[in-house]
Nanobody
Framework: VQLVESGGGSVQPGGSLWVSCVAS????????MGWYRRTPGKERELVAT???????GYADFVKGRFTISREDAKNPIHMLMKNLETEDTASYYC?????????WGKGTQITVYWGQGTQGTVSS
């Protein structure tokens, strides 16, 4: 069984991104799937979950900004991230639980930053 993430990328603060996760090599459905994230030097933390009945759960720091969804009881799952903040910069990992196993994707990077800017010149 493999979980493969897609999406992510770089965006300025206030922007939006999608991430998706597809499971391959299995015909069973996960009881719960979700997203976790990790930044260097910090523990992995839960971001959002969705169970096979579509019930969702969110970490307080993403409530109102992130939305997790699931196409059917199997997969894939998606997460829309709005109003991104620099603190959301992390590697995001897809996760799937069955009755006796847990599976992880390899992660996708989300980077939220203002950019280097550009020098402007005003002349009269």
């Amino acid at each position: 069984v493999q979980l493969v993430e897609s999406g992510g990328g770089s965006v300025q603060p206030g922007g939006s991104l999608w991430v998706s996760c597809v499971a391959s090599g299995t015909t069973f459905s996960f009881t719960t799937m979700g997203w976790y994230r990790r930044t260097p030097g910090k523990e992995r933390e839960l971001v959002a979950t969705i169970d096979r009945d579509g019930r969702t759960g969110y970490a307080d720091f993403v409530k109102g900004r992130f939305t997790i969804s699931r196409e059917d009881a199997k997969n894939p799952i998606h997460m829309l991230m709005k109003n991104l903040e620099t603190e959301d910069t992390a590697s995001y990992y897809c996760n799937g639980f069955t009755s006796n196993s847990v599976y992880w994707g390899k992660g996708t990077q989300i980077t939220v930053y203002w950019g280097q800017g550009t020098q402007g010149t005003v002349s009269s």
